[in-house]
């Protein structure tokens, strides 16, 4: 919110520098971002006027003025602006003068920008007639009428006075951040109520009342609202209207404000927004068929043109102002090209109605139109503004003189809001703010916010004006009087407990899986949980998988944000790709982080979050045993042991021979006391399609896994038991069998273990082989089997009845045998 300090005083006595005016602001909670001294980068910059005007002897596009600006002898100055006139009071500035610049077509200078006199063509110039633009001001605050050119003054001024001192150019405009759950601050009289409380000084509200009203509005008007997202329409009715430029004085409020001044009708509309934080509209109502304003919402697909002359399409969930036979205004956003305020506009319709916020923010949101009223709707405005906004612009009408008011209005108002009470107890803000004030000093602050206060002794229960929406519980009352005794007075204090710091287990198994990871040489990512849904597209995903049950965010900033992840190998692809179209040679990557499913059997239920691992490589050696390996030692780490690596070829993120889901074997015990082993799957690993690999730019194999972080933390156990080192020696064997060549190693080394004794210690692959000792669509593997007993030597005997139990099993279960070498 934009303020302007002399604008300011128009309602509360603030008689202070902008400095101790910006520091008490500060301290009693309002947020400042700037605080700029507008008319003082001018030294030296006159009023001047145009007493004749010659051409440039040497350049047909020049011509030469003499000005009066006070001094006994007109000064000549040269200048190539179009529309300079004999008569015309015009900025001067003089020799050795400074503006602020930046001069036409050139960048903005630090400091301004000096003007001294020299010869243009040959004649010479004795400074330069300045535009809005080389004064300082914005291109999008200067009026209609003077984009081009030098500015003429509308009205006569006194020659040779000094030029920011008589258009009351110089004053403090204060830049406010106005949070959210603030929106009467979007107002000068709600930053005026804020600096009466906080400096002492006392409000005072503008005139509403007009002297002199002819006839009746409802002679001329009538409103029907058809749908709940209006919640209140007033209208008022102003004839005899004379289009034309606003006087300076509104000019200047508005430009300090950030807002172009368009004609005097626009102008006091956006005057009195800014001035209540009401937004406003007028209809030429020659253009209001059926002299009948319809608020109801559009028809899908309807066309409409708005003000600034785009079409846009419509949805019926916009709220529109229409009449008897078409839209008219995007209710809360803008109005309609088709009803615009026009230089032949006689008679107007002024509109101050309140529309629900969400209602505004989504159809701005649709049109992607945001304006200075669709910005203050979505914060929520106070329904009981409409009928004073509405008169405020009707008294500034009859004012200026730019049209007769008809009397009365037509108010549609079928839910008035009303004021809440909200109990406060003087003990309790006293205990929560560590300060002990009196009754009397909380209530003279609740009484300068306008709030009434009733009750006796402890307890205080005050009522808010409606502007005041963010006042609903106690301990809102209490900010209120924190930031009016001053947050730099309120006492410093410890918290008191007897807590002890901790980490939780599962915060712990992350960081034992995040050092375990960065002593593999892998680097820690962090990336966004916020998606685009085109992620699981991408990894080929199937359509009926549940990694598409995505949470939806209900106003994302785009289609890339749209919704919650529910894997974290997209995200993993894309830091991939990112390194790899940046020439890095070698990645070795992981995340742990949050995912998120929906609920599809109750969508308004929360969504399941679960805690997921992913890892990544590609280049430096990277291949499916790199990343198996480093999926050992992991789990390892984290005391999962017993793992097998199951064969996969369905899952579209990755080649169909090179990947295998993660088990881990977990011993159970059973209601009837007897133990088994339970299999549960921790995730996934492979080599990346051929296909993803290349949608995310990559040109050479890569390598993911995705781990269930939750589910491996349930599993995970951190308990050493101590073993002695064996007293008894080992004895090993060697086999090597012939099997087909679709057998998996796993299977291989799972039967091996079932078959395998209590002395069976070991079992290691050392060779894989296929040539031409053996026979096609068979493979040779080759095994090291260790056996070793606790308590005693092993005899030949002993080890040759355990190894026989496994070939046995092998050659039943695998038709698995012998190779003869």
């Not at 407990?497 to 992350?510: A, F, L, P």
């Not at 992620?535 to 749209?562: A, C, H, M, Q």
Request: glycine share 8%; proline share 4%; net charge negative.
């Amino acid at each position: 919110m934009i303020v302007s300090l002399e604008w300011l005083k128009d309602y509360t006595d603030v008689n202070v520098d902008p400095q101790t005016f910006c520091d008490g602001m500060i301290l009693s909670g309002s947020n400042l971002e700037t605080c700029e001294m507008a008319g003082e980068e001018m030294e030296k910059v006159v009023v001047g006027k145009i007493v004749k005007i010659d051409r440039h002897p040497d350049a047909d596009k020049l011509v030469v003025c003499q000005l009066d600006v006070g001094a006994e002898e007109p000064v000549q100055i040269v200048t190539g602006a179009p529309n300079v006139f004999e008569g015309a009071y015009v900025p001067v500035a003089l020799h050795n003068s400074r503006i602020p610049g930046p001069l036409h077509g050139q960048p903005k200078q630090e400091g301004g920008v000096k003007i001294t006199k020299g010869k243009l063509r040959g004649v010479e110039s004795s400074g330069m007639l300045c535009s809005f633009g080389e004064l300082g001001f914005e291109d999008k605050v200067v009026p209609v009428n003077q984009r081009d050119g030098i500015w003429i003054l509308d009205g006569e001024y006194p020659v040779g006075a000094d030029f920011a001192e008589a258009l009351e150019l110089k004053d403090a405009v204060i830049d406010f951040e106005i949070t959210p759950n603030r929106p009467d601050c979007l107002s000068m009289i709600g930053m005026a109520r804020e600096a009466a409380a906080t400096f002492g000084t006392q409000l005072r509200y503008p005139k509403t009342g007009c002297d002199h009203t002819e006839g009746d509005a409802a002679d001329y008007i009538s409103v029907e609202v058809k749908s709940p997202l209006c919640k209140r329409y007033t209208a008022r009715i102003v004839k005899d209207v004379k289009v034309c430029d606003s006087p300076w004085w509104l000019q200047r409020r508005l430009i300090h404000a950030g807002m172009r001044p368009i004609n005097n009708i626009v102008d006091i509309t956006n005057f009195v927004m800014l001035e209540y934080g009401q937004p406003l509209h007028a209809f030429d109502i020659n253009s209001v068929a059926g002299r009948k304003i319809i608020v109801k919402t559009a028809e899908d697909g309807e066309k409409f043109t708005t003000l600034d002359g785009t079409e846009r399409m419509l949805t019926d969930d916009m709220l529109m102002i229409c009449d008897g036979e078409k839209s008219i205004g995007v209710a809360g956003v803008m109005g309609g090209l088709n009803s615009e305020i026009e230089e032949n506009t006689t008679t107007i319709i002024v509109e101050s109605a309140n529309f629900l916020g969400e209602s505004v923010r989504a159809t701005s949101k649709k049109l992607g139109l945001r304006t200075e009223a669709s910005s203050r709707y979505e914060k929520g405005i106070d329904p009981n503004l409409c009928e004073a906004a509405a008169d405020r612009v009707c008294a500034l009408i009859e004012m200026i003189g730019a049209g007769t008011v008809v009397g009365g209005s037509i108010d549609v108002y079928p839910n008035p809001e009303k004021a809440k009470t909200v109990k406060g107890r003087v003990s309790r803000i006293n205990k929560i703010l560590g300060i002990e004030l009196t009754r009397e000093q909380m209530v003279s602050y609740f009484e300068s916010l306008e709030m009434k206060v009733e009750g006796e002794g402890d307890d205080m229960y005050v009522t808010a004006p409606t502007v005041r929406q963010d006042i609903e519980i106690e301990e809102d009352l209490s900010e209120e009087v924190a930031r009016l005794y001053g947050y730099d007075k309120l006492p410093v204090t410890i918290p008191k407990g007897n807590s002890e710091s901790g980490q939780s287990y599962e915060r712990d198994m992350k960081d034992l899986a995040r050092d375990t990871m960065c002593a593999l040489g892998a680097s820690e990512i962090q990336t966004y949980s916020f998606v685009s849904p085109k992620g699981v597209d991408n990894v080929r995903i199937d359509e009926d998988s549940w990694e598409r049950n995505f949470v939806k965010i209900l106003n994302p900033l785009g289609e890339d944000t749209s919704v919650m992840r529910t894997i974290l190998t997209p995200a993993m692809l894309e830091v991939l790709g990112r390194n790899y179209s940046r020439n890095i040679e070698s990645v070795r990557a992981f995340e742990i982080g949050n995912t998120f499913t929906a609920n599809l059997l109750d969508p308004a239920d929360l969504p399941d979050e679960q805690d997921n691992m992913s890892i990544g490589m590609y280049g430096g050696g990277a291949d499916f045993f790199a990343l198996k390996g480093m999926v050992v030692t992991l789990l390892n780490k984290l005391g999962i042991g017993d793992l097998d690596f199951i064969a996969e070829s369905e899952y579209g993120v990755y080649h169909p021979g090179r990947c295998a889901r993660i088990v881990a074997y977990n011993p159970i015990e059973l209601e009837n006391g007897t133990e088994a082993v339970e299999e549960v799957e921790l995730g996934i690993m492979g080599e990346v399609h051929p296909e993803v690999a290349e949608k995310y730019g990559m040109g050479t194999r890569c390598y993911t896994a995705e781990l269930m972080f939750n589910t491996v933390t349930e599993l995970a156990d951190l308990e050493k038991a101590y073993a002695p080192l064996p007293k008894y020696p080992a004895t090993s064997r060697d086999i090597a069998l012939l099997v087909d060549e679709d057998v998996a190693v796993g299977d291989i080394e799972h039967v091996i273990r079932e078959a395998g004794t209590e002395i069976l210690r070991s079992i290691k692959l050392f060779d894989i082989y296929r040539g031409k000792q053996v026979a096609e669509g068979k493979k040779s593997v080759a095994f090291n089997l260790t056996y070793r007993h606790s308590d005693r030597t092993l005899t030949d005997e002993d080890v040759s009845a355990a190894h026989g139990q496994v070939l046995e099993a092998l050659k039943d279960k695998l038709d698995a045998t012998l190779r003869e070498i």
